[in-house]
């Protein structure tokens, strides 16, 4: 092959490598172009701005409100007191002055103990005590003629002997006084009462029924009005507690209750006390509640759930929950709208929601303007068209907004 022969075959395949490589660089080029373009054409955004229009959204203001989300406790209402009825001497029941279940009153009669026996020992004691006393006086005017007599008629021992019999009459009285309280204490005991206010339980005893301190207790009383409320508090909560008890900045706590059907108990408690040491196995520490009880509501040995909150909470911007959107990183943030129309994406730090509302605490001021509807169709800086919300948007989570997201 000849050098001119060979320099016309290079060339030929020069220009078609070439050739093929501008025809893969415009394909390329070309692919490129059309993927960019239907994103364009995929970003309402874009096509908005595209257009030369607006956004259609729904805005609200952030609003100062009070964050008052209340930590709930699994608790437990106890009687504030209970007695168990124990007779103090034994007899058998006369009467029972009562109803099983009854609410009673402090020093009213409950039982009535056969009280003949107490009453004749009670007579007798009396009895005793004033043969006592005339002995005594008797034995005094003895001793006081003893005194005044001459002495030449009468020898010391016989003046000893006088005086003597004298103090042993005194003795005599107190003691049958003594002897006496005991027999009216016996008798008084034939009459249970009840030592505190609240319900009365079952009876153990029947009219008929023979009873005695060693056969136990009559009938158990529960106080029921007011009534206490426990429930544990961690050590790291209890330390924080007392340490702002300590410098003066300890918050005011609203102490209230869920039954156990699930309704709201519409009184407030108020702290009574807490334990005097902290549980080992759980470490944590009981705290003690009153709550008023007339309805009787509340019963003994029961589970509520306690919520406590502060009687005055502190306040933060806060934004209806839609007004949020999720940005990278695990984050949150919402569209902003500012005063040439168009929107600002900023992230901002909240609280848990309460109430409809969270709380911001960084990054958003009380009176900005968010976006609660049509935040799918925002990018920064998009112009906006702004409609009113409709009725109760800004705070109803489960509304459907009338702007198409």
């Known amino acids: 092959m000849n050098e001119n022969n060979g ?11 070439l050739a093929a490589v501008c025809a893969a660089g415009g394909w390329i080029g070309c692919g490129m172009w059309m993927r960019a373009a239907k994103a364009k054409a995929g970003n309402p955004a874009m096509k908005a701005m595209a257009a030369g229009g607006a956004v259609t959204v729904a805005v609200t203001n952030a609003e100062m409100r009070a964050y008052n989300l209340p930590e709930r406790f699994v608790a437990h209402a106890e009687a504030v007191q209970e007695v168990d009825l124990l007779p103090q001497i034994d007899g058998y029941v006369k ?3 009562f109803k099983e279940g009854d609410v009673v009153k402090a020093g009213q009669t409950l039982y009535v103990i056969d009280d003949e026996r107490y009453l004749a020992v009670a007579n ?8 006592a006393e005339a002995e005594a006086r008797r034995a005094v005017r003895y001793y006081e ?8 008629g009468i020898t010391q021992l016989e003046r000893d002997n006088a005086e003597a019999a004298a103090e042993k009459a005194k003795a005599s009285v107190l003691q049958a006084k003594a002897n006496l309280v005991v027999a009216e204490y016996d008798l008084n005991k034939t009459t249970v009462v009840a030592p505190i206010s609240g319900q009365i339980g079952k009876s153990s005893a029947h009219v008929g029924d023979y009873v005695a301190p060693s056969k136990g207790a009559l009938a158990k009383i529960v106080q029921i009005d007011p009534i206490r409320v426990s429930f544990p508090l961690t050590d790291r909560a209890y330390i924080a507690w007392r340490q702002e008890q300590r410098s003066g900045s300890a918050k005011q706590f609203r102490m209230r209750l869920i039954l156990p059907d699930g309704s709201d108990y519409d009184r407030e408690g108020a702290w009574d006390f807490d334990d005097n040491q902290m549980s080992r196995e759980t470490a944590s520490i009981m705290m003690r509640l009153k709550f008023p009880n007339p309805e009787r509501l509340l019963i003994p040995n029961s589970y509520v759930t306690l919520l406590t909150d502060f009687q005055d909470p502190p306040k933060f911007p806060s934004v209806p929950q839609q007004a949020l959107i999720d940005l990278p990183g695990g984050n949150q943030g919402v569209w902003v709208l500012k005063d040439d129309m168009t929107v600002e994406q900023r992230p901002v730090e909240t609280k848990e929601a309460f109430a409809g509302w969270t709380p911001v605490v960084n990054g958003l001021e009380a009176g900005e303007r968010v976006v609660i509807s049509g935040v799918a169709k925002l990018g920064p800086g998009v112009k906006v068209s702004v409609v009113q919300p409709t009725s109760n948007d800004d705070i109803n989570a489960n509304h459907k907004s009338p702007i198409e997201e």
């Open 7 to 17: 320099s016309a075959i290079g060339s030929t395949i020069g220009a078609l490598v």
């Open 145 to 152: 003629r003893m005194q005044k007599a001459d002495e030449r």
């Open 95 to 97: 009467e029972i002055k």
């Open 124 to 131: 007798q004691r009396k009895a005793d005590l004033a043969a």
